[in-house]
Each structure stands twice: as structure tokens, then as C-alpha cells.
């Protein structure tokens, strides 16, 4: 009698949909923010393309399925989103002011984020967060529910919309769904601390395929889903309430063409060979590039370099370094604090050891625009990318693919996922300052020949596996999932 009942709701359900399929999406992202930002230009509405190769990659699958993309626009203030962008559908999924403090910054930013990187600084815990995180999870399930066509394909992203996949397919089950991790997924030991980790874990357990950037975090996950819920199979494949949901690995890359092409274009490489010639025309080049957030390990690195400076193995005018700080997450405690550690350490740095018109450490608290950051990678001899915890850490692959002339080294921390593909980086365990210390110094020294060697190896591995690839084979795995 319910099994009738069911069918028969199913069938109207369906039924409706086919109804208005015209104007439904075959493949809709669903993400924290839309593909565009809003940039305030004298007064009148500018709508501008956000950057990087996720967008460009998700673009271009979207444009060939009457996609549609749903996400936050990045303001609380009512806005006037573009109907579409580049030929694919937008819609803004409003959040409040509330919504923002307690589901952005508070659950997403103070609970998830530090929990899911180690617990390098101590989540926070409050049960309104979680509320408003199951609230804003739930506005996006409907929006989807409402836009995507029947049997249509949905792809989720990222740790801000981790419940969205279970309440989508109790609104929409005849709808494909995937689910990707841009972050870690912690280990069993940290992740039960979560007062909501069953909540979490059926959330994700609704898609039919959750990738993560490498398999620690997928069998993390698996793991975790086995003994929190009724969860049976392997690290790849699990069995949950009668459906099958595959657990995988899709480590995300970069537009390797479009960074190769800037790196080739002779404004960028002249604007690179005057931003040596201003660093007074050193030996070496060493330079980080991060978002200002705690767990990239910033102020370690520094640490390292300017204990160089003291031993005498890095000599000011023939070593200097510079550190781009993107601003991020203002607004929270444990990111102004940072801003302000690391501030202080790079003007004892450059008090201790620099000289007049000659700072051994130059730091931009800034966004700078793409082709200047590419400048920059030609510009630098060394790269030195440490996070303590990284899902992927994309600089690094910029780094990579900006040097086709095999003179960089990269220094790369082991607990970014990029770790697990850039073998031929000099890697370091970013808590070990001695360690960190000796892979800076090889990394200086290196000859030209190794050199050469270690970053053809990562180049390689880099170049064919690029973010189109990725989002194909994410997609690909998807259509390949029993329904
Ligand atoms: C999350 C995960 C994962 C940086 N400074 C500027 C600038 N950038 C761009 C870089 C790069 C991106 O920002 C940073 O990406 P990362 O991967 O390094 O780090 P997160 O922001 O933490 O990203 C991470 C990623 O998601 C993707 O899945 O790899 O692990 O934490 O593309 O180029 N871009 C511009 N100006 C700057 O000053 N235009």
C-alpha cells in the first residue's frame, strides 16, 4: 500500500517535471559562489568573471549541457546577478546577515575548516551555527531540486554544502548527484569530535560519487562512514540505505595551456625580468605565494628563512625572498592574529637583516592580478609552499607549469595533496624548522642538471592532468555510477 502510494507520488513528481523540462538544467553546479563577483564600478552594476581554472574547467562542461550554476553572489546586499555568464545559466542563492555570521563564518569557517586541517587552530562548536548550516543546506537542496531536469546530473561542491546531497535525493531521486571535496577530509580521531558527524556523514552518504583530492581522504571517509553509520563495503565502494555510492580520488589541477601561454607572453616575461631587476638583480629568487590563512604555514617558512639569514647560509643581496599574502577571512579572530604574527616577523626579519634599500624579505598583503602572480613564478628560482594541511594546494602547480625553462625548485610541503603527484619537488615536513630549513638550502643549491631533472618529472604528470581533465573524469566516474 505505501509501496503504491510512493510509486504513484514518484510518478506525479515526474510527471510535473517532464512538464517543465524545457526550462530545466540537464547539469547544475551547486557551489559557495556563483562564477562571477560583483565589482562596484562607478556606481553602475559590474559583473566580473571570478578567477582560476575551477571556473573556467566548470564553464566549459556546463556550456554543453544546458547547465546551470547555483551559488552565493558574495554579498549579503540584494544584487542584481547576470542571467547568465559565458552561456551558462546563474542563480544567486541569497543568504542573510545571519546566515553569513553563523553558517559562513561561524560553521563553515570556525568549525569545519580548522576541524578538517588538523585542528591546527581549535574548532568552535555552537549549536545556531550548525542550525544555520542545516538551513542554508537546505535552501540550496530546494534551489536544485527546483532547476535541475528529471534524471538530470547534479554536482556539489565543497565542505560548505556537505548536507546538500542526502536532501536533494529525498526531494529529487531520480537525479544523478556527485560530490566533491575541495579540503582534507580529517582522520577518524578528529572528525569524531564533530557533536553532528552522523549528520555530515548521511549528508555526503545521499550522493552517488564523493571524490576527494587524494585516497588518505577517501579512505578517511570510508572509514569514518563504516563505523558511524550503516555504511558497508570497501574504501571505494560503499553500501548505504540500498543504494551503492562510489568514494574516489580526483586530485584537481590547473589550465595548464592558459598558464603556459602567459608564461610564454613576452609583457609578462619582461614585466618578470623587471621585477628582478627591483629586487636589486639577487642570486636567487625565493617567494611564497598564499591565501593569509593559518594553515598555510606561512609564518614557519619565515621562520626557516630568517634563522638562514642569521646562520650565514642565506646572505642579504644575493638571497631574497617575497611573500604574497592574499587577504582572506578578515573578519575572524584567528586570521587577524596571523596577519599580525606574520607582519611582525617579516619586520624582524627585514630589521635584523636587511639593509637600506635592500630588504632580504619584500611582502604584498594583496591581490594582485593573475599575469603579475605568473611574473612573479618566472621570477623565482625557489618556490616554497608549506601548509601544514592542504586538500590540493594549487600554487604549486601554477609554479610548475609556469617553468618551462626547468631552472625552478620547488619546496613542497608533504601534507599538501599536490604532494602526492609532485614527486620531484624537495619535500618538507613543515612542523620539522630544521627540516625545512635543509630542503631550502638543496633547493638553492641544486645544480642545473637536477634541477632540470626534478621539474621536467613534475611537469610532466602536471600538464596531461589538467583541470579539464579533472572535472571530465569526475563526470565521467559519475555517469558510470549504478542508479
Ligand atoms: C582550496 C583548498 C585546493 C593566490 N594569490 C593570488 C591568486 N591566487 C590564486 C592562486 C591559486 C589560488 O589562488 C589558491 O589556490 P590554493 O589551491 O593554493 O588554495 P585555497 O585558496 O586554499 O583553495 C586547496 C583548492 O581549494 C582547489 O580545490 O587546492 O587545497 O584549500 O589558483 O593562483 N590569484 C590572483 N591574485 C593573487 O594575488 N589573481
Not at 549541457?65 to 544567486?92: D, Q
Not at 630588504?359 to 599575469?371: E, M, S
Amino acid at each position: 500500500m505505501v509501496e503504491q502510494a510512493t510509486q504513484q507520488a514518484e510518478s506525479v513528481v515526474r510527471g510535473r517535471a517532464r512538464a517543465r523540462d524545457t526550462t530545466k538544467a540537464q547539469l547544475v553546479v551547486a557551489a559557495n559562489r556563483l562564477p562571477v563577483h560583483h565589482s562596484p564600478n562607478n556606481g553602475s552594476d559590474d559583473w566580473r568573471p571570478s578567477p582560476g581554472g575551477l571556473v573556467s574547467a566548470l564553464t566549459s562542461v556546463l556550456q554543453n549541457r544546458n547547465g546551470l550554476w547555483i551559488g552565493w553572489p558574495g554579498t549579503t546586499e540584494p544584487e542584481n546577478v547576470p542571467p547568465s555568464y559565458e552561456g551558462i545559466r546563474l542563480k544567486a542563492l541569497n543568504i542573510t546577515e545571519d546566515e553569513y555570521e553563523n553558517f559562513y563564518l561561524g560553521f563553515s569557517n570556525a568549525t569545519l575548516w580548522p576541524l578538517y586541517h588538523d585542528a591546527i587552530r581549535a574548532p568552535t562548536f555552537h549549536r545556531h551555527w550548525w542550525q544555520a548550516y542545516s538551513q542554508v543546506n537546505m535552501r540550496y537542496a530546494q534551489a536544485v531540486a527546483d532547476n535541475v531536469a528529471l534524471n538530470g546530473t547534479v554536482w556539489i561542491h565543497d565542505y560548505q554544502l556537505q548536507l546538500v546531497p542526502r536532501m536533494l535525493r529525498e526531494l529529487r531521486p531520480d537525479v544523478r548527484i556527485g560530490f566533491f571535496l575541495h579540503i582534507p577530509f580529517p582522520p577518524i580521531e578528529l572528525f569524531m569530535q564533530l557533536p553532528w558527524r552522523r549528520d555530515i556523514l548521511a549528508g555526503l552518504l545521499g550522493a552517488d560519487l564523493i571524490g576527494f583530492q587524494v585516497t588518505q581522504a577517501a579512505s578517511n571517509f570510508s572509514r569514518m562512514a563504516r563505523r558511524q553509520s550503516s555504511a558497508t563495503g570497501t574504501d571505494s565502494l560503499l553500501d548505504f540505505e540500498g543504494r551503492s555510492i562510489r568514494v574516489g580520488a580526483f586530485p584537481i589541477s590547473v589550465d595548464s595551456d592558459q598558464i603556459v601561454e602567459l608564461a610564454h607572453d613576452p609583457a609578462i616575461r619582461a614585466r618578470s625580468a623587471e621585477i628582478r631587476k627591483d629586487l636589486g638583480d639577487p642570486e636567487v629568487v625565493l617567494l611564497g605565494v598564499d591565501r593569509l590563512d593559518y594553515t598555510k604555514g606561512i609564518q614557519q617558512r619565515i621562520k626557516a628563512v630568517s634563522e638562514m639569514f642569521q646562520d650565514g647560509s642565506l646572505k642579504p643581496g644575493k638571497h631574497v625572498m617575497v611573500q604574497v599574502a592574499v587577504p582572506s577571512r578578515e573578519t575572524d579572530a584567528h586570521y587577524e592574529r596571523e596577519r599580525h604574527n606574520l607582519e611582525q616577523a617579516v619586520s624582524e626579519m627585514n630589521g635584523e637583516h636587511g639593509q637600506v634599500g635592500n630588504p632580504v624579505i619584500h611582502y604584498l598583503h594583496q591581490n594582485l592580478p593573475f599575469a603579475e602572480l605568473v611574473a612573479l613564478y618566472l621570477a623565482a628560482d625557489v618556490m616554497i609552499v608549506t601548509p601544514f594541511r592542504d586538500g590540493m594546494n594549487l600554487v604549486a602547480k601554477e609554479y610548475v607549469m609556469c617553468r618551462s625553462d626547468l631552472t625552478g625548485r620547488l619546496v613542497l610541503s608533504e601534507f599538501a595533496g599536490a604532494a602526492a603527484e609532485l614527486r620531484g619537488a624537495f619535500m618538507v615536513n613543515p612542523h620539522d624548522l630544521e627540516g625545512v630549513k635543509e630542503a631550502i638550502r638543496l633547493a638553492v643549491n641544486a645544480g642545473p642538471k637536477e634541477a632540470r631533472d626534478r621539474m621536467s618529472r613534475m611537469r610532466r604528470k602536471t600538464y596531461r592532468r589538467d583541470v579539464y581533465d579533472w572535472a571530465e573524469s569526475f563526470l565521467l566516474a559519475l555517469r558510470q555510477t549504478a542508479m
